[in-house]
């Protein structure tokens, strides 16, 4: 008798299994409709007619699928092939410029100067920190000439 008494003091009570059982079917169902959502993610979206316009551009250089011609902005919606060039050389020389500033940035950053001095008092160009610092140290008249 006395070990029948034990074992049903060391159960469990039934709410607490109770309870147990529907936190893992909550648990089991938000799993279940996590992935759901992730699946429908995947699933394929209903494409829209293009224009004709747009499809003009599809075979130039950088037009990769799935996207082809990308043009979120419409900037040659109307299909001009002489507008697609220039804003394709604009954006080639910007993209130069911007490698040559970061490889000036580094130059600077490791330690290379231009010989001389900066201006007639005789401030040298290594005197000058690297970044924004440098527009303290600048002269004015070589600010008004970064203008």
């Keep these: 008798k006395a070990f029948d008494l034990d074992l049903k003091a060391s159960s469990p009570p039934r709410f607490a299994l ?18 759901l959502a992730a699946a429908s993610a995947f699933a394929p979206a209903s494409q829209k007619a293009s224009s004709t316009a747009l499809k003009a551009f599809d075979d130039e250089l950088g037009a990769q699928p799935p996207l082809g011609f990308f043009d979120p902005l419409g900037l040659v919606a109307d299909g001009d092939q002489e507008k697609f060039d220039r804003l394709r050389y604009v954006e080639l020389k910007h993209g130069r410029i911007c490698m040559l500033g970061v490889v000036g940035y580094l130059v600077q950053e490791s ?16 005197d000058i920190p690297n970044g924004f610092a440098a527009f303290k140290a600048i002269p004015a008249g070589g600010l008004v000439q970064l203008l």
Excluded at 111 to 126: N, V, Y
């Design 18 to 35: 109770t309870i147990f059982l529907r936190s893992i079917l909550k648990m089991k169902s938000a799993i279940f409709a996590s992935l």
């Design 111 to 126: 330690g290379t100067r231009l010989p001389g001095t900066i201006d007639l008092a005789g401030t040298k160009f290594t």
